[in-house]
Structures are given as structure tokens and as C-alpha cells.
């Protein structure tokens, strides 16, 4: 990652936004899981877009992150905390309550010490034991 420092503030350039933003605890989260995603895990770098904003009941809220597929159709929404936010129930209802206007098929939470994703069926959640990677989740959306 490219940081630099400018009148005493941190800053990370977000490939993904293509500009400069500050480097708070959760935007360091948030440029790890998505350098992760993409090196290790092949999701393809165009099919990835930040901050997306989802209006839920007149209230316009933003997505961390929402990786696509090929056919531009919504495959995961990725939301990350920072490091000292635990993954709870309040964490992952927040990915849910975006979904109810998304409706992904997959669900991730991050905080930078752990990764929890899941499969949505049915209105239920199938937990994976690691994160998938991209061809999996393309696949099984098919």
C-alpha cells in the first residue's frame, strides 16, 4: 500500500476509489481485506467497488465494499471494523440490513484479526469455515 504523511495526517491511496484517503484504524482494515481478496483470492480487482451507497428506508448508508460478478450483478458485501471492534451480532446485522436491499448471496465481516463469511440461503446463514475465494462464490451464484 502507498501511504504518505501530509500536515501531520496519514493518508493510504485506495486503489480501488483511485485517490487519497485518510488511514484510520478501519481504512487499514478495509485496504488489508481488499489486497487480500485480490492477491490471494482472485477477486478481480474491477469487480470490487468501495463505499457503495445502499438507501434503506430514506436513509442513505454506505457499503464497505461490494465485490460483483461478471454480469455487474452484487455477489458479497464486505463490511470492516477496526482492529479493537469485535465481530459480534450488531457487526454482521449491519452487512444483513444492507443486504435486504442488495440481497447478495454472501455476507463478510472483517476487523483485521478475523474473517467471518457466509453464504445467505433461504434466509439462513451457511458459515464457511475460510473465506471463498472469487470462482467459488461466481460459481455457486450461477
Not at 24 to 51: F, K, M, N, S, W
Not at 87 to 104: C, E, G, I, K, S
Request: charged share 25%; glycine share 2%.
Amino acid at each position: 500500500m502507498k501511504t504518505k504523511t501530509d500536515n501531520g495526517k496519514q493518508y493510504v491511496f485506495d486503489e480501488w476509489r483511485r485517490r487519497w484517503v485518510r488511514l484510520t484504524p478501519e481504512e487499514l482494515v478495509r485496504q488489508h481485506t481488499l489486497h487480500y481478496l485480490e492477491d490471494e483470492l482472485d477477486y478481480p480487482h474491477g469487480l470490487i467497488a468501495v463505499e457503495c451507497v445502499v438507501n434503506i428506508n430514506g436513509m442513505s448508508k454506505r457499503c464497505d465494499a461490494v465485490v460483483y460478478d461478471f454480469d455487474a450483478q452484487p455477489l458479497m458485501i464486505i463490511e470492516c471494523k477496526a482492529q479493537h471492534v469485535q465481530l459480534n451480532q450488531r457487526v454482521f446485522d449491519q452487512a444483513a440490513v444492507y443486504n435486504t436491499r442488495l440481497n447478495v448471496p454472501y455476507l463478510m465481516v472483517a476487523n483485521g484479526k478475523q474473517i467471518i463469511a457466509c453464504r445467505v440461503e433461504d434466509d439462513k446463514y451457511i458459515f464457511a469455515r475460510n473465506v471463498p475465494n472469487f470462482s467459488e462464490i461466481s460459481k455457486k451464484n450461477k
